[in-house]
């Protein structure tokens, strides 16, 4: 069975806690809090003020240059205040803020239940509505979906490659889309396999998903999606990197940066991200909502939830008991490459596919002792780094030693630091190391500009 050819791990993946938790539909939040920068580049603009009545739908913060999203309202209702909130990180971001009344939707958008298959529409013609709708990609990245579909002067698209691999342990959220909501999934590949200009799409899914595999080429062969097939993947973690599933699927390996997956004629997209181009393209609705896992050991509860942006974790996590009481670690994804929710009144967002809870046995931190120079990270590491040396140099804030070593390569799965026998927090080390040199090479890109 195919996989990624150097590094990885098998952690227990956990998803026995959410995997049979059908979506339920979230009852509609009383407030929303909506960050303007839900996307990787610059914050949209926003489009309403204070005392504005807003739609279900309506743009409310406009995309500023190419890499940009668009925002729109995920309730209607009055708009309270455009102020400065703490994001799950504690850091202060613009956000708007509306208070619901009812749940009046934009005119132009089809909230009908029928799946409408067919498109016809220019390559052009899809990217502006994937534009307009503020897609992104949901597998936390949050890159922008019409830039990473605008395919450059010269260049060419061979592949297109769905992730619906989701390697990290617990959550379940893409796992469920494949299950049920499978026609809508293959006809977004369909579009996306138009938008670019391939007659091929292959969707990667670890083989502990055998019913997801099983129904998503049933639909296939029932309803004739031609060129799309389904590809099980051996299990094993990061499987979903983005360079790490052209890898397995493919068998071609993407250069360093600056190169892209488009260098090896792939095109990568989530499979919650292809559902999203659907209802764009053939339903003109917005980004507005996302199914997001709701986990862990430390909940009373668990789900899979089909929530409008902006209602606060706390109120998610209440629908789930609350946070217990405790040593509990609140996560905006899985205990691999999740973030630590430090302000859990924060709201959720596109990039939110899931929030794991657990608690202080479940996450132990073992006692820092002296690297033993076993190499253990080394092997563990799937882009071929020394994740000790990387450590090292941060630490010492050799910065130039550790951009010539690649550390911007760092895909941050935390491999390294879960193979770790010495409990060194590598992970933490190289991603500030990894920062800070990004910051050093675009202050040096802004510097050759002048």
Known sequence: MKSFPIGGIHPSDNKEWSKDRAIEVLDLPNEVKIPLIQHIGTPAVPLVAKGDKVLTGQLIGEAVG???????????????????????????????????????????IDRSQEHK?????????????IKAAGVVGLGGAQFPTHVKLSIPDGQKAEVLIINGVECEPYLTSDYRNMVERAEMLLTGVEIIMRAIGVERAIIGVENNKPDAIAHLRDVIVRDGYRGIEVEPLKLRYPQGGEKQLIAAVTGRQVAPPPALPLSEGAVVCNVSSAIAVYEAVQKNKPLIERVVTLTGKGLGSTHNYLARFGVSINDLLERCGGIPEGDVKVLNGGP??????VETSSPFIKGCSGITVLTGSDVPRGKESACIKCAKCVSACPMGLEPYLLTKLAKLQK??????????????CGCCSYTCPSNLP??????????????NIRARAAANKK
């Open 66 to 108: 190419f890499v940009s999203a668009n925002i729109h309202s995920p309730i209607s209702g009055t708009v309270t205040a455009i102020d400065s909130y703490p994001n799950g990180q504690g850091q202060l971001i613009t956000m708007v803020a509306i208070k619901r009344e009812g749940d009046e939707w934009v005119e132009s």
């Open 117 to 129: 298959r067919e498109c016809r529409l220019e390559t052009a013609e899809i990217i502006a509505r």
């Open 336 to 341: 691999m490459m999740g973030r630590a929710i």
């Open 399 to 412: 910065w130039d030693i550790a951009e010539e070593h690649n550390t911007v390569d760092c895909i941050e």
């Open 426 to 439: 590598l992970l933490d080390y190289i991603r500030i190391g990894k920062q800070t040199v990004m910051a």
